[in-house]
């Protein structure tokens, strides 16, 4: 149900308390000071990237439709729930052997997420999920603040709730709409998914494409209303606005499922539970799985591949930052600067925390190059700056990627304060 990268390559994943028992069972040990009410089963794990391999984590609050995001220091603050958990803020920090730490009482008020109104008679809202993201912020365009667009896509009719719980499960929408908020006079400028989704999710990749994935065709989210699993992801162009129907998956993924962007350039997947416990035997069974979708830049000849970086890991606003990197792609023989500019550039995204449709703290930013430089063969170095404040790029951590020719390197991560 919710889903964390961590900047040492784990990911924390986490589910209501109160479903039942779950197939990973705590330690003996970890479960004496419980409360009767509470099983003695893992409802959070760790997820090694590195390895495969599974931590139990000790979960006790509710938290069912929560919030989170890594502070600075790349510790996973997450807030709010249901029933214990509505007041709750839990901390968990990147260690061998950390867990959770939980604050029953430390929200003033509940905290429940909303999303912008748009045209076109469409409910974007839960039940009738939409997903939305941050379309890529371009840096060193100018001197100015960097445009700020959001993309908005899918949902379902407002009374699909309701017919749904009657029997009849409505079409999802197929209507998207961008926004540029920065604009003097915002305009919405609305466009058409190829599928119609409802409980999708929206994926910055490290191109700057969006990756739509998960969802149904018909209904609404909540127990057992949404018909139809969307098996095909659906790849997002901002430059061309040109959507691309991907291979499908084999796992329906409905309501209560995640995907979140990871180091290798890679898309994590997981969960699915339209049920109000854990059902194996269901329309749609509660999905205990993860697996990866790779986006067709994989498959599209050698990746580049970071050597070094200056500076290494810690960054600072406007510092400027030369990389090292291997390309066996070509670069234009002449390496004029509009060509080559276009033909590689850098990325820094924040990892999102993901639940319910939608990824909070999802941010990407297109740095400024000064140049790109070759060294030898296939060794290159480019020349580019940090972000240049805080409003921009929040302090913490990040994945910083090169693309060239549209083929991302593996992520590298960095921090900056």
């Not at 990749?205 to 209904?219: E, F, Q, R, S, Y």
Request: glycine residues 8%; aromatic residues 8%; proline residues 9%.
């Amino acid at each position: 149900m919710h889903t964390q990268l961590l900047p040492n390559d784990r990911v924390i994943i986490f589910d209501r308390t109160d479903s039942g028992e779950s197939k990973i069972l705590l330690p003996e040990e970890s479960c004496s000071d419980f409360s009767p009410l509470i099983d003695c089963s893992a409802h959070s794990v760790e997820l090694n990237l590195l390895d495969r391999s599974v931590r139990p984590l000790n979960l006790l609050t509710d938290t069912w439709c929560s919030s989170g995001a890594l502070a600075a220091d790349g510790l996973l603050i997450q807030s709010g729930g249901s029933n214990t958990g509505e007041l709750a803020v839990r901390t968990f920090r990147p260690c061998a052997n950390c867990d959770w730490v939980e604050d029953q009482k430390g929200l003033v008020v509940p905290r429940w997420n909303d999303y912008p109104v748009m045209p076109g008679g469409v409910s974007r809202n839960y039940p009738s999920t939409g997903s939305s993201v941050l379309l890529p912020l371009k840096l060193g365009l100018s001197n100015s603040t960097p445009d700020a667009e959001i993309f908005i896509c899918g949902g379902a009719p407002p009374n699909s709730y309701i017919t749904a719980t009657k029997g009849t499960f409505l079409p999802a929408a197929k209507s998207c709409g961008r926004l540029m908020i920065t604009a003097e006079q915002p305009q919405r400028v609305m466009e058409e998914m190829p599928i119609e989704r409802v409980m999708g999710d929206m994926i910055l990749l490290p191109t700057g494409d969006v990756l739509i994935i998960n969802g149904a065709k018909k209904g609404t989210a909540s127990w057992n209303l949404g018909r139809e699993p969307v098996l095909n992801p659906v790849l997002y162009k901002p430059e061309s606005s040109k959507y691309e129907i991907m291979e499908p998956s084999k796992t329906p993924r409905m309501y209560h499922s995640t995907a979140v962007l990871i180091t290798d350039g890679r898309v994590l997947v997981g969960g699915s539970n339209p049920n109000s416990n854990y059902n194996s035997t269901g329309m749609f069974p509660t999905e205990v799985s993860v697996e990866v979708f790779s986006p067709p830049y994989l498959r599209s000849g050698p990746r580049p591949q970071i050597s070094w970086a200056k500076p290494e890991t810690e960054l600072t606003y406007k510092q400027p930052i030369s990389i090292g990197f291997t390309s066996k792609k070509p670069f234009d023989k002449l390496f004029k600067k509009k060509i080559y500019l276009e033909n590689v550039y850098v990325t820094m995204v924040a990892p999102s925390f993901n639940t319910h449709s939608f990824s909070m703290n999802q941010r990407m930013m297109v740095l400024e190059i000064g140049q790109v430089r070759q060294l030898s063969g296939k060794n290159y170095v480019i020349d580019c700056f940090a972000p240049g404040t805080p409003n921009i790029a929040p302090p913490g951590y990040y994945l910083l990627f090169v693309v060239h020719d549209g083929t991302p390197s593996k992520g590298r991560w960095i921090h900056i304060s």
